[in-house]
């Protein structure tokens, strides 16, 4: 989901706040939370997850091509972790699905079915 996509639906859902107030609220929360991030701070969304930095150390890596040793600098990773109801919802059983015969209209279904009578013994 793209960022227009997600102000699309916030919109759908609240259709009495202008868009152009949807789109700058969804701007300051990604702001902000970029904001924190970048201060080292930790993000906790509840019920969805958790934003968090993590920090590689510095290597030495090899370059692919030449074999080269490479001097990798630290770095920071951004790491996200699951919350319990969002793992409860991508782990859910899916609903069942319809059986054919109940999709189908009753006159395709009509003209299928090959009468008993019919069938030589």
Do not use: W, Y
Not at 10 to 22: K, N, Q, S
Not at 27 to 38: I, S
């Amino acid at each position: 989901m793209t960022r227009s996509e997600l102000i699309e639906r916030i919109a759908a859902r609240a259709p009495h706040v202008p868009r152009r107030e949807l789109e700058a609220i969804v701007h300051a929360v990604f702001d902000c939370m970029a904001e924190a991030l970048v201060a080292g701070k930790r993000i906790e969304l509840r019920g969805f997850g958790v934003f968090s930095l993590r920090t590689r150390r510095a290597r030495t890596g090899r370059n692919p091509k030449t074999g080269q040793s490479v001097s990798v600098p630290e770095r920071r990773t951004l790491s996200f972790a699951a919350g319990k109801e969002l793992r409860a919802r991508l782990n859910a059983p899916e609903p069942r699905k319809e059986p054919v015969a109940a999709v189908l209209p009753s006159v395709a279904l009509a003209s299928a079915v090959v009468p008993v009578t019919s069938v030589a013994r």
